[in-house]
């Protein structure tokens, strides 16, 4: 079974190349072994294009090596027809004769179905290696299907004293509480995600892009909050560079709980994950209703003698890291 963990882990590793591109499908990763040698690995392309499983068996230079090889994937092959034919026919029609599989495809268009097939054919095969690492990585979507809306991940910076904005500002732009190194992280982490939410407060406090300017990589679509639906058109989250979405009275009943409304809002447009990005009351909101699956807070080297205090989160910290002066902490629900 090491030598399976082994394998697996490689699959994740290589499934990241795919991190941001590969939705509405899941951001799979494959490497196939023979004799204790990789010759050949592969992970989601952009949606349209060849899944992982495809892009491994291509990549085999000797193709009869294929019918003594072992294929590791850290999902359960596809067996139905979408943009792409069904990856299990295809490791069954190259006559590979072992599949070790990390966790199995919990979408009801597979859900077991890929694996019947498999064995239906004489294939061996194993499942449930490295099954939570799995899962874990294929979060967004696990999440997207089973929990029917995206996966929520909120973000903020902290001072020292816990505020998350000064009370007052002389400009309409960021007062920047963290470094440029934490910056360009939370740039990064832009474009791994379907969609990026902020409230109408912060809007209009900051006039943000909510665009990849640091990092390279494709822009989220931009979700404002903004009751009235009256914010200037002319500030810079309704430029040309993004979509954006706006959650407003004409859609949303803001006399009711308001993160479960926009949970399913952005499920009906097929949206798997969000970053919320502050300010506090819209942070809050999600945390009040107990809907988000990790926390990111950066707590700068910074103090304001008054200002706005940081969302109160209940949640159990699962890493910590210090980017200069700056210390980030992760956070997931109890």
Partial sequence: MKIHEKYIKRCIEVAKNGLGSTRPNPMVGCVIVYQDTIIGEGFTSPYGGAHAEVNAILAVKDQALLKKATLYVTLEPCSHYG?????????????IPNVVIGTIDTHSK???????????????????????????????????????????????????????????????????????????????????????????????ADNPSLTVRDWTGQHPIRVVVDKTNNLPKTLNIFNSEAETIVISESNTDFNQPIAKQICNALYKQDIQSVIIEGGSKTLQAFIDENLWDEARVFTGNTTFKNGIPAPALLGKTTSKQTILNDTLRFYEPY
């Avoid at 943009?83 to 006559?95: A, D, F, H, V």
């Avoid at 019947?116 to 054919?121: E, N, T, V, Y």
């Avoid at 690492?133 to 997207?144: A, G, M, Y």
């Fill in 83 to 95: 943009k792409t034919p069904p990856c299990s026919n295809l490791i069954i029609e190259k006559g």
């Fill in 110 to 204: 597979v859900a077991g179905k890929g694996i019947d097939m498999l064995k239906a054919s004489g294939c061996q095969v194993t499942v449930g290696v490295l099954e939570n690492d799995c899962k874990n990585h294929h979060k967004r979507f696990f999440t997207f299907h089973n929990k029917k809306r995206p996966y929520i991940i909120l973000k903020w910076a902290q001072t020292v004293n816990n505020l998350i904005a000064p009370l007052q500002k002389d400009e309409q732009k960021p007062v920047w509480i963290t470094n440029t190194l934490s910056r360009q992280l939370v740039h990064k982490w832009r474009t791994e995600e379907h969609a990026i939410l902020v409230g109408y407060n912060t809007v209009m």
